[in-house]
């Protein structure tokens, strides 16, 4: 095992896909993709092109490709929305000349990974007051406040996709179409239910970012982009390696419009997210799979496991409800000193956090296996 060489101890991951415990447990036919693209190499543009074709299939949209993560996605995204299909405006960025580089956000979507819009050269500007989170009233942003917002410099409207994210993602859109405005989507967590990898760009996103390490159960650092396709064309020119020969650069079919620039740019601000033949592999072979896991399968499966983690159950036991249901264990206080039990334990297992103010620790299916299951129950048991 390549840890005990490397002097690592694994752990049972029952926190989720978290990137700071390594995300999930990848199938084996995600993982043979990824060792079987390894043995030869590939033009990476055409890698791109069977990406789009899977990406397209599985959500509708124009086109796709595959990133090195959502929060690259997000950065791609947003370079896309900054430069367009300008290869000057793409040269340039972080700088934008002519200042339009604003994308407007509603105050309560704000979060620590939209920092990747300012990375790519854009600034933030924050509308609207969530009266409903600090208390004295109910409401949140309005989408005429958004509309409000849009001047000369706006470049695009970023939208964290959330189950509680006010306005609706329709009616953000719809301001946005009536300035031609782009609006990014951050859905990097939303999965499953699968349907959402349908349902943004339905609901008028133009571009979409999804994580491939977490439920799609892809490589770590993968992610999907998808939207628009001289938007994701342009994200794609901005992280390809363009050391090329101008006069012999043939784009493929899903990439047509990027064979009508007026020049290429050089390696763009997405060089430093650049994702490798394997991590397209794997995430294309994820992705087929999980589109042909039918909802009910999927929640059955997780269902299955969250209830071997519940062992012979017992007080202070419970299984939560929703799209991944968990074990919720009713610790109290002392509810810190039991993960770190848990975590010095053998085998070392590693829980949710979430809800320690309430008492609760939260042991979540997806980045486990049924047999680490089973021993979580055994452990929660023997502790309890
Ligand atoms: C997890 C997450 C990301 C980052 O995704 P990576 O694939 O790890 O880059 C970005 N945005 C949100 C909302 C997330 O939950």
């Given at each position: 095992m390549i840890y005990d060489e490397l002097g690592v101890k694994p752990l049972i991951n029952a926190a989720g896909t978290v990137t700071r415990l390594s995300g999930g447990i990848m199938a084996p036919e995600v993982a043979e993709a990824m060792r079987q693209a390894s043995l030869a190499c590939v033009?990476?543009?055409?890698?791109?092109?069977?990406?789009?074709?899977?990406?397209?299939?599985?959500?509708?949209?124009?086109?796709g490709i595959v990133t090195s993560g959502a929060s690259a996605a997000v950065l791609l995204g947003a370079g896309a929305c900054l430069a367009g299909l300008d290869p000057g405006r793409m040269n340039?960025?972080?700088?934008?000349?002519?200042?339009?580089?604003?994308?407007?956000?509603?105050?309560?979507?704000?979060?620590?990974?939209?920092?990747?819009?300012?990375?790519a050269g854009g600034k933030l500007v924050e509308v609207g007051i969530p009266d409903r989170y600090s208390g004295p009233g109910v409401r949140d942003a309005a989408a005429w406040e958004i509309e409000e917002a849009i001047g000369p410099n706006t470049a695009g409207i970023y939208y964290l996709a959330q189950t509680q994210s006010k306005?609706?993602?329709?009616?953000?859109?719809?301001?946005?179409?009536?300035?031609?405005?782009?609006?990014?989507?951050?859905?990097?967590?939303?999965?499953?239910?699968?349907?959402?990898?349908?349902?943004?760009?339905e609901e008028g996103a133009d571009l979409?970012?999804?994580?491939?390490?977490?439920a799609l159960g892809g490589p770590q650092s993968s992610g999907i982009l998808a939207g628009r396709?001289?938007?994701?064309?342009?994200?794609?020119?901005?992280?390809?390696?363009?050391?090329?020969?101008?006069?012999?650069?043939?784009?493929?079919?899903?990439?047509?419009?990027?064979?009508?620039?007026r020049g290429l740019p050089h390696h763009g601000i997405g060089r430093s997210c650049k994702v490798g033949k394997e991590e397209i592999a794997g995430l294309i072979t994820a992705l087929n799979r999980f589109v042909a896991e039918l909802p009910a399968a999927r929640h059955a499966r997780l269902l299955g496991r969250a209830t071997r983690m519940l062992g012979a159950g017992g007080e202070g036991l419970s299984?939560?409800?929703?799209p991944v249901p968990m074990l919720a264990w009713k610790v109290g206080e002392g509810v810190r000193a039991m993960a770190a039990k848990l975590l010095a334990g053998v085998p070392s297992i590693a829980c949710g956090m979430g809800r320690a103010d309430e008492g609760v620790l939260l042991f979540n299916p997806m980045a486990i296996t049924d047999v680490q299951a089973d021993a979580i129950a055994r452990a929660i048991a023997a502790l309890r």
């Open positions: 033009d990476m543009v055409q890698m791109q092109a069977a990406a789009c074709r899977a990406i397209r299939a599985a959500t509708g949209a124009e086109a340039r960025l972080p700088e934008v000349a002519d200042g339009r580089r604003e994308f407007i956000v509603v105050r309560s979507q704000r979060n620590m990974y939209d920092r990747a819009i300012v990375v306005p609706t993602l329709r009616e953000v859109a719809s301001v946005a179409r009536r300035h031609g405005l782009p609006v990014l989507v951050d859905a990097a967590a939303q999965l499953p239910p699968a349907s959402n990898l349908r349902d943004y760009l979409v970012c999804f994580s491939g390490g977490k396709a001289d938007l994701v064309g342009s994200a794609l020119l901005q992280m390809l390696d363009l050391d090329v020969d101008v006069e012999t650069w043939a784009p493929p079919r899903e990439f047509a419009m990027l064979g009508q620039l299984l939560t409800s929703g």
